[in-house]
Structures are given as structure tokens and as C-alpha cells.
């Protein structure tokens, strides 16, 4: 029997996936899980589960339950260790994706749903392991105006707070999902619009369901009304805004960005803007923003060196 297509959100942070993530998890039938980043992070481990007699999911399980590579999961999926133990047990002919597949079906079952999906914000460099462990998996690219989500970062108080790193971060992350979905095809990935799905929540959403093989539900419409503490959010923090109903111009750079920090955001993402088709402001960019926007650029790059560099000697 054929897997159900397997929704998954992807996009830029503070691009409006969460409350996207919130809409789909109101459908009676599917349960999305928020933020895995564990599946395709352990991916490198699969060594330690393969048996000559196949997979060995006490161990995985294990794994799940210590490793620091499976630490969003203990974190995000609230699953009991005793039931995990009981329910996912012994030595199987199957593959990783598998046994991955069973967690999920599990983590639907225990929401009284029958279908699962998943939202990795902000995450590109695992998505061609999931498109791969996958091939029913469906990507979800939700684009959102940059400039908009530079201001939901700063809002947030976490995440690039110069807008020119903002700007760099958004550009790099959309053009490399987009091109990553072009090589997918559109059978597997469907680029969609915040600003769309906040003005036409419901035709956005028709869409969705059909490309995901799943009958529409005007629950979708409402996700405020749904349990508070799905995915361990609360109503407030940083995903305050994920439970007030939808709000058109809650963020707006027209508005609420000044001339300065525009141009400099401009200077380094304009092209990208363009590609994505949103106007500009600033059709020939200042020569002193581009200036300007060179320190800190600089400096996130140094930090991102001393960061990997710590990785690779183990250090974090």
C-alpha cells in the first residue's frame, strides 16, 4: 500500500509557519509535528541500528531518548519514554525511514488523527535527506515579504536583528528552497504566499489540502480556537502572534521600517525581492547602504566560522 502524502512546511523563519503549521493541525485528520530537525540529524547515526537481521529499534529508540541529535524530539513531541519502549520494540527487516514513519503514525494516533505532517522553519540543509527517506513526502514553501520578517525578527527579540544579516538570511534560505523544490518538481513542492494566505485563507488552503490529498476543513480557518498548548507554544513569547487570528498588515515594512535600515535590507537582498517578485522601494539603492552594510556582514560571517569550527572539534 502507497503512503498518504506526507505534508512538510518549509520557509524562511518568521515567514508565518507557524500559524500555516497551526491551520493544518486544526484538520480533524492530520497532526502535524513542529520543528524535527532530529530526522534528518540522525540520519548520519543510522550505523548503530543496521543488524544483519535489519533494523534494531530498541536501540534506535535509545538513541531517541539520549542523544543530543535527537534533542527536538524530547523537546517538541512530548511522547512517554515507558509507552515509546513498549510500542517501538525489536529487530525488523525495514529502513530507517520506516521506523521513522512508525514514530509518526504514532504521534497521530496518540492525537486521535490518522494523518502526520511537519514544519522545518529556517532548516535547508536536511531537506534533500527527507525528500529522499520520503518519496511520498509533499513540501510546503511558505514565502514571506523579507522586509516583513525582518520586522517580525526584531519584534521577536531573537534570531538576525541587523537588517542586513535579515536580509542576507532570508534571500539565502528562500532561493535555496525554491531551488531545491525546482529539482523536486511540482508533484512534491508548492511555493505558496503569506501575504496570500492572510488576505485568502480559504482558497490558499483548498489548494493545500488538494496537493496533499486531503479533504478541505473550515477548522483550517480557525486555528486560535484550537488547543493552546499544541506543540508546547504558549499565547505568549515569540509565537505570540501564531494564536491571533489572522491579521493583515500586523507586520508591514511600509509602515514600520525606516528609510535606514530599508535601504540597508535593500542592499542586500533587492535582487532577491525582485526574483520573488515584491517591489522595491528603493529602485537604485543608495551607495552608503551598501557601505553600511558591510561590518555586519562581516561579522556574522566570523561568528558563523567560529561556530562551525566549534562543531568540528566537538565543542558545542
Not at 493544518?24 to 534528518?40: G, I, K, Q, R, T
Not at 496570500?196 to 488552503?205: C, D, R
Not at 506543540?231 to 511600509?254: I, K, N, Q, V
Not at 515584491?278 to 556574522?300: C, E, G, K, S
Request: net charge neutral; aromatic share 10%.
Amino acid at each position: 500500500m502507497s503512503e498518504a502524502p506526507f505534508p512538510i512546511i518549509v520557509g524562511s523563519e518568521r515567514s508565518g509557519t507557524t500559524i500555516f503549521c497551526l491551520m493544518l493541525n486544526a484538520h480533524p485528520e492530520l497532526a502535524m509535528a513542529f520543528e524535527s530537525y532530529f530526522v534528518p540529524e540522525m540520519w548520519a547515526l543510522r550505523d548503530r541500528w543496521s543488524r544483519p537481521e535489519g533494523f534494531d529499534l530498541d536501540a534506535w529508540v535509545n538513541d531517541l531518548l539520549t542523544d543530543p541529535a535527537a534533542e527536538t524530539f524530547r523537546q517538541r513531541w512530548g511522547m512517554d519514554s515507558h509507552d515509546l519502549r513498549r510500542q517501538v520494540t525489536g529487530v525488523e527487516p525495514i529502513t530507517y525511514g520506516d521506523a521513522v514513519r512508525r514514530l509518526y503514525r504514532l504521534y497521530a494516533e496518540g492525537r486521535g488523527k490518522r494523518r502526520y505532517g511537519d514544519k522545518n522553519a529556517g532548516y535547508v540543509v536536511g531537506l534533500p535527506i527527507l525528500a529522499s527517506l520520503f518519496p511520498e513526502a509533499r513540501f510546503l514553501h511558505l514565502v514571506r515579504d523579507g522586509r516583513d520578517a525582518a520586522l517580525a525578527h526584531a519584534h521577536a527579540r531573537f534570531g538576525p536583528q541587523d537588517y542586513a544579516v535579515a536580509a542576507r538570511t532570508w534571500a539565502r534560505t528562500v532561493t535555496r528552497i525554491r531551488r531545491f523544490g525546482r529539482q523536486l518538481g511540482p508533484g512534491r513542492y508548492l511555493e505558496l504566499r503569506y501575504e496570500a494566505l492572510v488576505h485568502e485563507p480559504g482558497s490558499v488552503l483548498e489548494e493545500v489540502c488538494e496537493f496533499i490529498g486531503l479533504g478541505f476543513n473550515a477548522k483550517m480557518l480557525a486555528p486560535e480556537e484550537a488547543e493552546t498548548a499544541a506543540f508546547g507554544l504558549t499565547t505568549h513569547g515569540s509565537h505570540a502572534s501564531a494564536w491571533l487570528p489572522l491579521t493583515p498588515g500586523l507586520r508591514d515594512w511600509r509602515r514600520d521600517l525606516c528609510e535606514h535600515d530599508l535601504a540597508m535590507f535593500e542592499a542586500v537582498a533587492g535582487p532577491s525581492l525582485r526574483e520573488f517578485g515584491y517591489d522595491r522601494a528603493f529602485p537604485a539603492v543608495p551607495l552608503t547602504a551598501r557601505f553600511r552594510a558591510l561590518p555586519p556582514l562581516a561579522l556574522d560571517r566570523a561568528r558563523r566560522a567560529r561556530a562551525r569550527l566549534a562543531r568540528g572539534m566537538g565543542l558545542t
